[in-house]
């Protein structure tokens, strides 16, 4: 018995353009495009590329920045049948050759500033055979705009697809050794999205508007699906780099009211002065993904913007898709039982989280082991990559490579990378549970540990300290600060006062590029 044919994804921006033709889809500076002027581009250019000879399955490597040309990219890929492979712009370009060369492109699409990136994708992927330029085209490319222009009024047909045909290859970070695609598809994601929709911003339609803060090829492009599927407008900043100013004159002009970041930006919006001169009342919903939020910036955030924080906690490989903290699940007062502190909430509609031992068993409540997901919104494996995808799905579950623990409630806590603990003296430490209290003190502004070896205790914590603005601070005055607050097995044998702190493209702390750093300034010796 033949399996029923899956929903092309790229049917949301269809039907939502017919349901609201001449109500705004996409906004950037003072540029405005409706979702009838979005559907026509895609279609025109869905016609451009099958002329060109790309077919179902072909994958299309786009390295932009966000702009209405990424926007639509995703969706002509999808309604092709093809797969997208969006990079961070802010990859070097042997960097984007390997993502070239190891999805095996046979299209980019990439901005006239990327040239180089060009160059190098073409030495390396052996796939590649057309390249289609956002902006002046080089001998041998193709103008994106002209394309358009030649196919306006096309159908651009939507290719049939079965729900395991991929849609999206979604790059790991790469924080062990190469990126990694993980594989989602038709089937998966139209769960993904409907999920999203009931768990993070429930309630939204076309009067809805979302602003984009983080590039839309990773977190913000799922997100940025959501409001197309709502029909809810979205705002792209007019720069790559994110103005608190200019976000909150934003989100006053367009009566914003959701957006999705990282706590990284949340906190750096909230203390900027410009949050206390726009009104930003409209904000319905504040997600924030890729690390739960500090709890002395949580509280901050909650008194400056009220109860509209949403938190979730995912990897790419299942979407975001593990647990997800509602508004009225975070409080700024401590004492009040809905503040969940600590906690990344309870496990999303539709999905099963584990907290499971090195011999895949259960551990008890309140016990710490590996996070491990399963459902219909896990990834179905790694793009030519056999060995990581049986490592990932061990058992039948996906590991997220997180521990944490479960409590009587089923909320889940994270304590931790298992690549961040560290084993002192024999004991346990869990970094993150450590930073939680140094960013009590009042001269703290952001702060990272890490374990590093040691002759003597096998291995021992390093903090890396940034301070607030004209805050004086020294180590003695720190480590005073974890008395009777943090048990002194855990307490830092070393800590070191930096500027800033290094970040990723999404803008995560990265521990790597500390520990590199550390000891490329001689701070530490091997």
């Not at 025109?44 to 786009?62: F, H, N, P, Q, S």
């Not at 508007?209 to 705002?235: D, K, M, Q, T, Y």
């Not at 584990?354 to 016990?367: K, M, N, S």
Request: net charge negative.
């Amino acid at each position: 018995m033949n399996a029923a044919q899956s929903m092309n994804l790229g049917l949301l921006l269809t039907q939502t353009a017919r349901l609201f033709p001449n109500r705004p889809a996409l906004i950037q500076g003072e540029r405005t495009w409706t979702w009838a002027e979005v559907e026509q581009r895609v279609a025109a250019m869905t016609d451009a590329l099958r002329e060109l000879g790309l077919r179902k399955g072909d994958r299309i490597l786009v390295q932009s920045r966000n702009n209405v040309q990424l926007f639509e990219s995703c969706w002509v890929a999808f309604r092709l049948g093809c797969v997208w492979v969006p990079t961070n712009f802010r990859l070097t370009p042997p960097e984007v050759a390997y993502l070239g060369a190891s999805s095996g492109a046979t299209a980019m699409i990439a901005e006239d500033v990327f040239a180089g990136h060009v160059d190098a994708v073409r030495a390396e992927a052996a796939a590649l055979q057309h390249v289609i330029t956002i902006g002046e085209p080089r001998t041998g490319e193709h103008s994106y705009e002209e394309l358009i222009r030649k196919h306006l009024g096309a159908e651009g047909a939507h290719e049939t697809v079965a729900y395991d045909d991929p849609l999206w290859f979604f790059y790991t970070s790469g924080t062990t050794g190469r990126p990694k695609a993980g594989v989602l598809t038709h089937g998966q994601m139209a769960f993904v999205v409907t999920n999203h929709l009931a768990d993070l911003i429930p309630g939204t339609n076309e009067r809805d508007c979302s602003i984009v803060v983080a590039p839309l090829s990773h977190g913000a492009g799922i997100h940025a699906l959501l409001n197309v599927a709502r029909g809810a407008a979205a705002v792209l900043l007019p720069g790559e780099k994110l103005d608190p100013e200019m976000f909150w004159q934003a989100v006053q002009r367009y009566r914003v009211t959701n957006v999705f970041t990282v706590p990284t930006i949340v906190k750096m919006l909230v203390e900027h002065p410009a949050v206390d001169r726009y009104d930003h009342s409209s904000l319905r919903y504040v997600i924030y993904a890729g690390a739960p939020m500090y709890r002395a910036d949580q509280k901050l955030a909650l008194q400056k913007l009220g109860k509209v924080l949403v938190q979730y906690f995912g990897l790419g490989e299942v979407t975001g898709n593990i647990t997800v903290l509602t508004p009225d699940m975070h409080s700024a007062e401590d004492n009040d039982p809905n503040a969940n502190i600590g906690s990344c909430g309870r496990p999303r509609t539709g999905m099963e989280v584990a907290i499971l031992d090195a011999e895949l068993r259960p551990v008890p409540v309140g016990e710490v082991g590996e996070i491990c997901v399963r459902g219909p919104a896990v990834f179905s494996g790694y793009h030519a990559n056999p060995d990581a995808t049986a490592k990932a799905l061990r058992a039948g579950w996906f590991h997220t490579g997180d521990l944490g623990k479960l409590d009587e409630r089923g909320l889940l806590y994270i304590t931790g990378r298992e690549s961040d603990m560290y084993i002192s003296g024999g004991s346990n430490v869990y970094p993150r549970e450590v930073e939680e209290v140094l960013l009590t003190h009042p001269a703290v502004a952001e702060v990272a540990v890490l374990g590093v070896p040691d002759s003597k205790w096998g291995e021992v914590g390093v903090a890396v300290v940034v301070r607030r603005e004209g805050a004086q601070l020294n180590c003695d005055a720190l480590l005073a600060h974890l008395e009777n607050r943090c048990a002194r097995y855990r307490w830092p044998r070393h800590v070191f006062f930096w500027d800033a702190l290094p970040k990723s493209g999404y803008g995560k702390i990265v521990k790597k590029d500390i520990r590199q750093l550390l000891f490329d300034r001689g701070d530490l010796r091997t």
